[in-house]
Nanobody, 125 residues
């Protein structure tokens, strides 16, 4: 599976962006999908995760109510809608997919086998 992330950019605080993660090589069907971010000097952290069945979504506490992860099977694309952006959301955002991610490990980067190249989100104050 090859993943292509896009949609990052520069936005003012309070603004919105929608990140996209398009898969090629096979479909997202049966894969758990995660969005991670990494700011300079910080570890990579899970921002949002969607279970293989799509029945469970997990969010990092600071983004709850502001970010939404969704999957469009017809387009083989996963999205991260980010609203009410804050300067502390500034980071490189990565999408990832994994075929055997158990529920308790949805937030763990090591659970995911396939990674996109990252897209930079910069939120100005």
């Amino acid at each position: 599976v090859q993943l292509q992330a896009s949609g990052g950019g520069l936005v003012q605080a309070g603004g919105s962006l929608r990140l996209s993660c398009a898969a090629s090589g096979r479909t997202f069907s049966g894969f758990a999908v995660g969005w991670f971010r990494q700011a300079p000097g910080n570890e990579r952290e899970s921002v949002a995760a969607l279970s293989r069945t799509g029945g469970t979504t997990l969010y990092l506490d600071p983004v709850k109510g502001r970010f939404t992860v969704s999957r469009d099977s017809a387009k083989n694309t996963v999205y991260l809608q980010m609203n009410s952006l804050r300067p502390e959301d500034t980071a490189v955002y990565y999408c990832a997919a994994g075929a055997r991610v158990i529920m308790s490990a949805l937030r763990a980067p090591e659970s995911y086998h396939y990674w996109g190249q990252g897209t930079l989100v910069t939120v100005s104050s």
